[in-house]
T-cell receptor, first 114, second 116 residues
Framework: AQKVTQAQTEISVVEKEDVTLDCVYETRDTTYYLFWYKQPPSGELVFLIRRNSFDEQNEISGRYSWNFQKSTSSFNFTITASQVVDSAVYFCALSWGGGFKTIFGAGTRLFVKA | GAVVSQHPSWVICKSGTSVKIECRSLDFQATTMFWYRQFPKQSLMLMATSNEGSKATYEQGVEKDKFLINHASLTLSTLTVTSAHPEDSSFYIC????????????FGDGTRLSIL
């Protein structure tokens, strides 16, 4: 069965600190996709990144970076020099079966204090 | 710009009322849309997959007679919460996903439903 685990329920940091959000997944499918979404207090979910199972290359986008390691079934998300606007709930998600089955982790609530 | 439009964003109504939530795909024709429910401080729970021109596929434990889904066109899916009760109060979110291989889901802004 597929599973996504975000063990960190809440993280609190001070502005400008770096923070890493962990995501561990389980699947027996060889083809799958991993996603990160951000849900700010206003509620809408914002897509951040997609990674397919054949591409372990890490990615950097501005202050955001992602580390995908199949050996540990992890897809961690790092925010460098965090800002108050980064405060949100972040969800890791796993998609398989042609993309029409997706499960979400429990989410990590990030508080960035000024 | 927005890919998905979800309306209304907030509903407060009396117990026993039926409430309809609309989800529109603005950027592409969506043969499949998804409906999620999110309780406070919890993750998204998939309720059903809405298929254009056919019956929705409901997840286990979701009452299909309670949560009616109609996907009448390639750009519109509706979720109707019938005879809503306070326990139906929740945040409902729709999403659309373009075909072509595991595209990310694009989410509506959600509908906060409060049943008094």
């Amino acid at each position: 069965a597929q599973k996504v685990t975000q063990a960190q329920t809440e993280i609190s940091v001070v502005e400008k600190e770096d923070v890493t959000l962990d995501c561990v997944y389980e699947t027996r499918d060889t083809t799958y996709y991993l996603f990160w979404y951000k849900q700010p207090p206003s509620g809408e979910l914002v897509f951040l990144i997609r990674r397919n199972s054949f591409d372990e290359q890490n990615e950097i986008s501005g202050r955001y970076s992602w580390n995908f390691q199949k050996s540990t079934s992890s897809f961690n998300f790092t925010i460098t020099a965090s800002q108050v606007v980064d405060s949100a709930v972040y969800f890791c998600a796993l998609s398989w079966g042609g993309g029409f089955k997706t499960i979400f982790g429990a989410g990590t609530r990030l508080f960035v204090k000024a | 710009g927005a890919v998905v439009s979800q309306h209304p964003s907030w509903v407060i109504c009396k117990s026993g009322t039926s409430v309809k939530i609309e989800c529109r795909s603005l950027d592409f024709q969506a043969t499949t849309m998804f409906w999620y429910r999110q309780f406070p401080k919890q993750s998204l729970m998939l309720m059903a997959t809405s298929n254009e021109g056919s019956k929705a596929t409901y997840e286990q434990g979701v009452e299909k007679d309670k949560f009616l889904i109609n996907h009448a066109s390639l750009t519109l899916s509706t979720l109707t919460v019938t005879s809503a009760h306070p326990e139906d109060s929740s945040f409902y979110i729709c999403s659309v996903q373009n075909r072509g291989g595991n595209q990310p889901q694009h989410f509506g802004d959600g509908t906060r439903l409060s049943i008094l």
